[in-house]
């Protein structure tokens, strides 16, 4: 029993895997190999795959373009929300549950409506194609989230931690930033971790708002036919280095995940 108790977690793992393991795989063959035949393992090793990534400004721009707006985008969406949050989760007034509930339905949205919008806008102030513009467009989803994250996270905090820093003489903003954020450090790395994957899995927005300045690796790996066809192992390469960016996110933040999963609204 204690064997089969280990052998059903390790096969769902195995099973879990196995699709990386089979993109890390293509992305050591060449296109022909990977139509003519199935090998579990490469049969000519190659890392052009790889090299034309690195070498060329079209994909590691991309990269750079990504993590960019990314960052960006993670930066102000927690900004903007951790004073939302503590307003929510602190203060009563007319209407805060409709306002809650009415922010949230932004999140609800699916992206393709706000799409044509935000690019005759951009288009008309001049900021299409820039790493603000997909910035700005993706804080409309992230910070709904963020908010309702965090919230979760403040109203687990008793409100006499707050009396007690007014009464010592602490100003608002030495509190909230000396006292009050590091309390919800969980709550706050769990927001970033969703505003970042959220933003960096993004397709539809980020591929309408660029065109070449700022376009990242998501558009890149759209237009990767050539004459000869689809360019298989080229785009198991960029799919392999795409998935980097966030286990590194997963790895430094897995802590506040299972924190955030035992104490927050997550």
């Not at 409100?159 to 969980?186: C, H, N, Q």
């Not at 990242?216 to 066809?229: D, L, V, Y």
Request: hydrophobic share 55%; glycine share 6%.
């Amino acid at each position: 029993m204690r064997r089969l108790g280990f052998l059903i977690p390790t096969l769902y793992i195995v099973f879990l895997m196995l699709p990386i393991y089979w993109l890390l795989n293509m992305s050591f063959k060449n296109t022909n190999e990977i139509l003519g035949s199935f090998t579990l393992w490469p049969q000519t090793f190659t890392l052009e795959n790889y090299i034309t990534i690195f070498t060329d400004p079209t994909w590691y721009m991309g990269y750079v373009n990504s993590l960019i707006y990314v960052v960006l985008n993670t930066v102000l969406s927690v900004a903007v929300a951790l004073p939302a949050a503590y307003a929510f989760s602190r203060y009563r007034f007319l209407g805060d549950k409709h306002l809650f509930f009415w922010l949230l339905t932004n999140r609800m949205a699916p992206a393709a409506v706000f799409a044509l919008p935000f690019f005759q806008l951009y288009s008309a102030v001049g900021l299409f194609d820039t790493h603000l513009a997909i910035a700005l467009a993706h804080t409309l989803f992230n910070i709904p989230l963020a908010v309702w994250i965090l919230e979760g996270f403040m109203s687990g905090v008793p409100k006499e931690l707050d009396e007690t820093a007014y009464v010592d003489g602490y100003s608002f903003w030495r509190f909230f930033t000396r006292i009050f954020m590091p309390t919800i450090a969980a709550g706050i790395g769990v927001a970033a971790f969703f505003c970042f994957m959220f933003s960096w899995v993004e397709l539809l927005l980020a591929k309408t708002l660029t065109a070449v300045d700022a376009k990242p690796i998501a558009a890149t790996m759209t237009r990767t036919a050539s004459t000869s066809g689809y360019e298989l192992g080229l785009l198991a390469a960029a799919g392999v280095l795409t998935i980097i960016p966030g286990a590194f996110v997963i790895y430094f933040v897995r802590n506040y995940i299972a924190k955030g999963f035992a104490l927050g609204r997550v």
